[in-house]
């Protein structure tokens, strides 16, 4: 059981957005930042966004984040077969000192 | 270009230990904090421990505190995850990613990973 709840699974057409949420408590995502990682099947993860919104340098607009008190939300414009992958939230959790991770979520461009 | 190669990964039986190491180029490692991050096979991430760029702060997940230790070489740009005690639970293929900067805990590089496997 992870401590950020995500679904487990999404899907959309291309072209279509999509946004996948991430869920957790006062003692993660409400005081601190989010994160967010993209893994294409037998990949590492690559990170997606970083301090709740911020994009890495190479990663198209097309992605963004967000987090309003104890949730966050990745979204995904004009949806491309290949971005197909899982997508992880993750952040630090002060009252566990420890790194957390949602479940992951599963994105199917159909 | 930031590169990290993990290498110690194998198969183990339970009970035994193992030593992976993780070796960076590419950046000034001295000013990094780093972390592990596993995934069993088919099943999410889970991070595993952290160590600051002085080795001031360290911390491990739950699943593994008493029988990992997180260690790190700045003059061999070297970062140590020493597995002891291991599980079959704890078969993954583990991760060495390089923390960003500033206190925010994101991952900003990985490394490919190596597989552990723990089985008799």
């Known amino acids: 059981q992870s401590v950020l709840t995500q679904p487990p699974s999404v899907s959309a057409a291309p072209g279509q957005k999509v946004t996948i949420s991430c869920s957790g408590s006062s003692s993660n995502i409400g005081n601190n930042y989010v994160s967010w990682y993209q893994q294409l099947p037998g990949t590492a993860p690559k990170l997606l966004i970083y301090?709740?919104?911020n994009r890495p340098s190479g990663i198209p607009d097309r992605f963004s984040g967000s987090k309003s008190g104890t949730s966050a939300t990745l979204g995904i414009t004009g949806l491309q077969t290949g971005d197909e992958a899982d997508y992880y939230c993750g952040t630090w959790d002060s009252s566990l000192s420890a790194g957390v991770f949602g479940g992951g979520t599963k994105l199917t461009v159909l | 270009e930031v590169q990290l190669v993990e290498s110690g990964g194998g198969l183990v039986k339970p009970g035994g230990s193992l030593r992976l190491s993780c070796a960076a180029s590419g950046f000034t490692f001295s000013s990094y904090s780093m972390n592990w991050v596993r995934q069993a096979p088919g099943k999410g991430l889970e991070w595993v421990s952290s160590i600051s760029s002085s080795s001031s702060y360290i911390y491990y997940a739950d699943s593994v505190k008493g029988r990992f230790t997180i260690s790190r070489d700045n003059a061999k740009n070297s970062l140590y995850l020493q597995m002891n005690s291991l599980r079959a639970e704890d078969t993954a293929v583990y991760y060495c990613?390089?923390?960003?900067?500033?206190?925010?805990?994101?991952?900003?590089?990985w490394g490919q990973g190596t597989l552990v496997t723990v089985s008799s």
């Open positions: 990613a390089r923390e960003g900067s500033g206190d925010s805990g994101y991952f900003d590089y």
């Open positions: 301090d709740n919104n």
